[in-house]
T-cell receptor
Framework: GNSVTQMEGPVTLSEEAFLTINCTYT??????LFWYVQYPGEGLQLLLK???ADDKGSNKGFEATYRKETTSFHLEKGSVQVSDSAVYFC???????????WGAGTKLIIKP | NAGVTQTPKFQVLKTGQSMTLQCAQD?????MYWYRQDPGMGLRLIYY???????DKGEVPNGYNVSRLNKREFSLRLESAAPSQTSVYFC????????????FGPGTRLTVT
């Protein structure tokens, strides 16, 4: 069946550092891929999405590219801020069974 | 626009008690969902409703029931709470296709003692 694997956290960085959070998936067909973010004490928010191979999703300075050859959807940001501290979830929506498959989440801590 | 609202925010129950978690959305979305979030396990789908009048089981439906009261409201009921149901519960809704671009409520933190 479909699955999503994210790098374990917490990831601790200094402000203005470069961020990568790895996400790889297993799926048949052509799934859609998502990154959601959860700020402390809040519900999840959609950060970005990609629906086909080589699509790049972007929002708030974050980017992720749907790489079918490596089955990956890594999240990147060039210069993180303290306000980016949150838990980030990678998720997959299959093209037949639509239920979202979630990664376990990666906690990001940014120090000033 | 309030988005997705959930009540209550916090609840403590004793084993065997029952309660209903309420969820409402004002975005005119067709689909609604209930998830639970446990540490290190991501989100797990309990039930979902693709449209008004329909409900379906998700990954972990045992011990729960749901009601899609109308297009706006989707409630989750625990008939006889167990400590294993201690969790944070999130309601979500979506418009552009089932399980696509979901909008989440702030969550209900439930403790069962």
């Amino acid at each position: 069946g479909n699955s999503v694997t994210q790098m374990e956290g917490p990831v601790t960085l200094s402000e203005e550092a470069f961020l990568t959070i790895n996400c790889t998936y297993t799926a048949t067909g052509y799934p859609s891929l998502f990154w959601y973010v959860q700020y402390p004490g809040e519900g999840l928010q959609l950060l970005l999405k990609a629906t086909k191979a080589d699509d790049k999703g972007s929002n708030k300075g974050f980017e992720a590219t749907y790489r079918k050859e490596t089955t990956s959807f890594h999240l990147e940001k060039g210069s993180v801020q303290v306000s980016d501290s949150a838990v980030y979830f990678c998720a997959l929506r299959g093209d037949s069974n639509y239920q979202l498959i979630w990664g376990a989440g990666t906690k990001l801590i940014i120090k000033p | 626009n309030a988005g997705v609202t959930q009540t209550p925010k916090f609840q403590v129950l004793k084993t065997g008690q029952s309660m209903t978690l309420q969820c409402a959305q004002d975005m005119n979305h067709n689909s609604m969902y209930w998830y639970r979030q446990d540490p290190g396990m991501g989100l797990r789908l309990i039930y979902y409703s693709a449209s008004e009048g329909t409900t379906d089981k998700g990954e972990v439906p045992n011990g729960y029931n749901v009601s899609r009261l109308n297009k706006r409201e989707f409630s989750l009921r625990l008939e006889s709470a167990a400590p294993s149901q201690t969790s944070v519960y999130f309601c979500a809704s979506s418009e552009a296709g089932l399980f696509y671009e979901q909008y989440f409520g702030p969550g209900t933190r439930l403790t069962v003692t």
